[in-house]
């Protein structure tokens, strides 16, 4: 699919052909990138970098600039939401993916995408509607953050583990995510980018913004270590807690355990064996023992 901009009211339109006008960018699969790679140089670079699509990067040429971008999904879900390649000149922009989810995505914001100057600007404003809405996104993880904490004081549940270890592996994507996208927008800021970018401080504008959904991807990084370590410490206090009960009853039934072994040893000599009032003294000693200790342990407020 290729895209051009109306002369009329300058609103970027898509088409099938384009006939005489030149298209401002084109969408195109791996094959039809193939077609024409003898008007692209640096083709073979293009082409090792869409063999495996893992993060997002911007590497510049002389006549060009080309990368990839990665852009995971605003879910739980690990699988991207979009991945392509691009190749950026002083006069075109190609995005290289054969999926297909790319051109949907660009027709559902091609409105968006107007008032362009150079192609470098058209990648800008496709790259600031990748980011568009994260903030949103963001703020939904620290909601679920704080329902977590609120569950941890009545006692926690039992899909915490999990839950907590999706928003972790997430937010760990994400962060590295900024991260590229930040420098990828410092890149643009260079020298070495100066034919192609019209206006650095567009993409300083948006390397910042990328910087900062770092930070907040951090913030809640940190909120989720802190997380777990209440939760740890609340769990590691209710095993201490009943320790502490198990070893009150093991305390308790002490003395009335080495009684019950001491006069079941049936020795013939046990002279309280014989006697008729032995087994009531025994039974009253207990009991005297037990009160003794109920009253010990009340008064160390152990109970």
Same mark, same amino acid.
């Given at each position: 699919?290729?895209?051009?901009?109306?002369?009329?009211?300058? @609103?970027? *339109?898509?088409?099938?052909?384009?006939?005489?006008?030149?298209?401002?960018?084109?969408?195109?699969?791996? #094959?039809?990138?193939?077609?024409?790679?003898?008007?692209?140089?640096?083709? +073979? !670079?293009?082409?090792?970098?869409?063999?495996? &699509? =893992?993060?997002? +990067?911007? !590497?510049?040429?002389?006549?060009? &600039?080309?990368?990839?971008?990665?852009?995971?999904?605003?879910?739980?879900?690990? @699988?991207?939401?979009?991945?392509?390649?691009?190749?950026?000149?002083?006069? @075109?922009?190609?995005?290289?993916?054969?999926?297909?989810?790319? +051109?949907?995505?660009?027709?559902?914001?091609?409105?968006?995408?107007?008032?362009?100057?150079?192609?470098?600007?058209?990648?800008?404003?496709?790259?600031?509607?990748?980011?568009?809405?994260?903030?949103?996104?963001?703020?939904? /993880?620290?909601?679920?953050? !704080?329902?977590?904490?609120?569950?941890?004081?009545?006692?926690?549940? #039992?899909?915490?583990?999990?839950?907590?270890?999706?928003?972790? *592996?997430?937010?760990?994507?994400?962060?590295?995510?900024?991260?590229?996208?930040?420098?990828?927008?410092?890149?643009?800021?260079? =020298?070495?980018?100066?034919?192609?970018?019209?206006?650095?401080?567009?993409?300083?504008?948006?390397?910042?913004?990328?910087?900062? $959904?770092?930070?907040?991807?951090?913030?809640?990084?940190?909120?989720?270590?802190?997380?777990?370590?209440?939760?740890?410490?609340?769990?590691?206090?209710?095993?201490?807690? /009943?320790?502490?009960? $198990?070893? /009150?009853?093991?305390?308790?039934?002490?003395?009335?355990?080495? &009684?019950?072994?001491?006069?079941?040893?049936?020795? #013939?000599?046990?002279?309280?064996?014989?006697?008729?009032?032995?087994?009531?003294?025994? &039974?009253?000693? #207990?009991?005297?023992?037990?009160?003794?200790?109920?009253?010990?342990?009340?008064?160390?407020?152990?109970?």
């Amino acid at each position: 699919m290729q895209y051009f901009i109306d002369s009329k009211d300058g @609103s970027l *339109q898509a088409a099938q052909n384009c006939g005489d006008r030149k298209p401002f960018f084109t969408v195109m699969s791996t #094959a039809e990138f193939h077609e024409c790679k003898e008007q692209l140089p640096y083709y +073979k !670079e293009l082409l090792h970098c869409l063999g495996s &699509i =893992r993060y997002c +990067k911007a !590497e510049v040429f002389k006549n060009c &600039i080309i990368g990839t971008l990665r852009l995971p999904q605003k879910s739980e879900q690990r @699988s991207p939401q979009l991945s392509f390649g691009f190749y950026l000149t002083g006069q @075109s922009l190609l995005f290289v993916e054969d999926v297909g989810d790319l +051109k949907l995505w660009v027709d559902k914001r091609i409105g968006m995408l107007q008032e362009l100057n150079s192609p470098a600007q058209l990648l800008l404003q496709f790259m600031e509607q990748m980011i568009e809405d994260d903030v949103l996104y963001l703020s939904h /993880i620290e909601s679920e953050t !704080e329902k977590m904490e609120e569950n941890i004081g009545s006692g926690g549940s #039992a899909d915490f583990f999990p839950l907590l270890t999706k928003h972790r *592996q997430k937010l760990s994507e994400l962060n590295a995510y900024y991260e590229q996208l930040t420098n990828i927008g410092e890149l643009f800021q260079s =020298r070495a980018c100066s034919s192609f970018a019209d206006d650095t401080q567009d993409w300083d504008k948006f390397a910042y913004r990328a910087e900062r $959904l770092q930070n907040h991807v951090q913030l809640l990084r940190e909120n989720m270590l802190q997380l777990r370590e209440l939760y740890q410490s609340k769990q590691d206090a209710r095993q201490n807690k /009943i320790m502490g009960i $198990l070893t /009150i009853v093991t305390t308790f039934f002490l003395p009335l355990t080495l &009684i019950t072994g001491w006069y079941g040893m049936n020795f #013939a000599y046990m002279p309280e064996l014989k006697w008729r009032y032995g087994y009531p003294v025994v &039974i009253l000693v #207990a009991l005297i023992i037990a009160v003794v200790e109920f009253i010990y342990f009340k008064r160390k407020k152990f109970f």
